[in-house]
């Protein structure tokens, strides 16, 4: 598949097309895969319960992103899928006889006609569907998904790492319809972001936010792609803040939010900061945002999206500079580390099936690393750009009290204005991001579209 087949994003997508088209592909894929590790059958469970310890509650359940890949089932626990080259692909599917729990509708939609579905009644009649030797079977999952455990024709999970390096790799380059799905899960992902920003200006709690959100998505805490970050105040200093304080502050000076939305298994992730009023606090919004557009701009193929981080610890010290926070230049504030005192994490990752997608640092798809930059330890993407792949762009700035601390007793306290610094920590931080697809040409900014959208 070209590159600019991968990334058509029709307005208006025919869905039927774009999955027959994202179908080939998988097949391509599968085939080259099994080539690779030397297996004729592709086997991916969907993954089972976990039981919490001592007690007869299950976890939360989620699908093994292998299987999600191929079929857009996300609430099938105890399902199939076998791919065999040269043959129709199986879903062998769970519908169990239970009057405890809802149980799964019959298959339907755009998928079902590219597969043979079978129906089950019982986890264990999977066997009889599956292939005749395991040993000549590549099977993706974990190891609870293992099944006929004692017999002759154990099914248990191998993830021959040939096959998963070759499989996660190519998962970075997204086909038109994961696109669209991403697209769809950005406009849930929007429409719950204005829901919570409306619900901060009315002076609610996190908690209430949160609540907000969640109503404004149509999705619970379960279904969303990750936990929800709502932070008021000094709690946007918190990276991965998630108490949500369940009173409204007496002042509620700033929000950060951070949370995003699931559409047929693909994720989105957006991040916006916003000031209860004018002031300082939102010029430095303001600066951020102008910069984190021009860091969205750099995500084109050819680009190695460790530049595109390393710019951001400039650019984002320029912002201190011009703030009255450093004393001294944004290049020295790189070289010495201070910036990230301010900007303590990675610029981004991929996203797609995962919010933090896969491979990231895969040198090639026969597997290596691809290191991180000396002194960055927190970043969670190396790779160079390529059409097709879609990556998160989130500068930050951030007044976190235990770094401020390290610095202050550090060689490299008077770098900064102190009295400068104590302005913005009741504020606690700012973090922007949006999800971009790039292209043979101009980016695809997903989230920017979907906010102009439901203006």
């Known amino acids: 598949m070209n590159a600019s087949a991968r990334i058509a994003d029709p307005s208006a997508p025919d869905t039927h097309a774009l999955y027959r088209q994202h179908f080939a592909e998988l097949q391509r894929r599968c085939e080259q895969a099994l080539e690779r590790g030397g297996f004729d059958h592709l086997v991916v469970p969907s993954g089972n319960l976990h039981y919490q310890v001592f007690d007869d509650r299950d976890y939360p359940y989620a699908v093994n992103p292998q299987f999600k890949a191929w079929v857009p089932l996300t609430r099938n626990p105890g399902s199939w899928l076998v791919a065999t080259p040269g043959h129709k692909p199986k879903v062998i599917y769970l519908q169990p006889f239970d009057y405890w729990h809802v149980v799964p509708q019959a298959p339907s939609g755009w998928w079902v006609e590219h597969f043979d579905v079978i129906v089950i009644r019982q986890p264990e009649e999977a066997l009889a569907h599956l292939p005749r030797d395991p040993a000549r079977c590549a099977i993706l999952g974990e190891a609870q998904s293992a099944l006929g455990v004692g017999s002759e024709r154990a099914f248990v999970p191998n993830n021959p790492a040939a096959v998963v390096d070759y499989l996660e790799y190519h998962r970075a380059y997204k086909t038109a319809y994961e696109v669209a799905m991403m697209r769809e899960a950005t406009r849930k992902g929007v429409r719950a972001h204005r829901a919570a920003e409306a619900a901060f200006r009315a002076g609610k709690s996190e908690f209430d936010i949160h609540l907000a959100y969640c109503g404004a998505a149509r999705q619970d805490a379960n279904e969303l792609p990750y936990g929800n970050i709502v932070a008021l105040n000094q709690h946007g200093a918190v990276l991965h803040y998630m108490e949500l304080d369940r009173e409204a502050p007496a002042q509620s ?203």
């Open 253 to 455: 000076r700033s929000f950060l939010i951070d949370a995003g939305a699931s559409h047929h298994g693909y994720a989105c992730d957006i991040t916006r900061t916003y000031a209860a009023d004018g002031g300082d606090f939102q010029a430095l919004i303001d600066a951020v945002d102008a910069a984190q557009l021009k860091m969205c701009d750099q995500v084109r193929a050819g680009t190695d999206y460790k530049r595109i981080h390393l710019d951001a610890h400039l650019a984002l010290a320029g912002i201190l500079k011009d703030a009255g926070v450093l004393r001294i230049s944004p290049e020295a504030a790189v070289e010495t580390g201070v910036s990230s005192v301010f900007f303590p994490h990675g610029i981004g990752h991929g996203i797609g099936l995962q919010v933090h997608d896969v491979a990231g640092f895969a040198a090639s798809d026969r597997g290596g690393r691809i290191d991180k930059p000396a002194g960055h330890p927190y970043l969670r993407m190396t790779r160079v750009l390529e059409p097709g792949m879609a990556v998160t762009i989130e500068p930050g700035l951030y007044f976190v009290d235990l770094l401020l601390d390290g610095l202050r007793q550090g060689e490299h306290a008077g770098s900064v204005d102190w009295a400068r610094i104590e302005q913005f920590r009741p504020y606690g931080g700012i973090r922007i991001e949006d999800d971009v697809v790039c292209t043979d040409a101009a980016p695809v900014n997903l989230t920017r579209d979907g906010f102009a959208e439901a203006s």
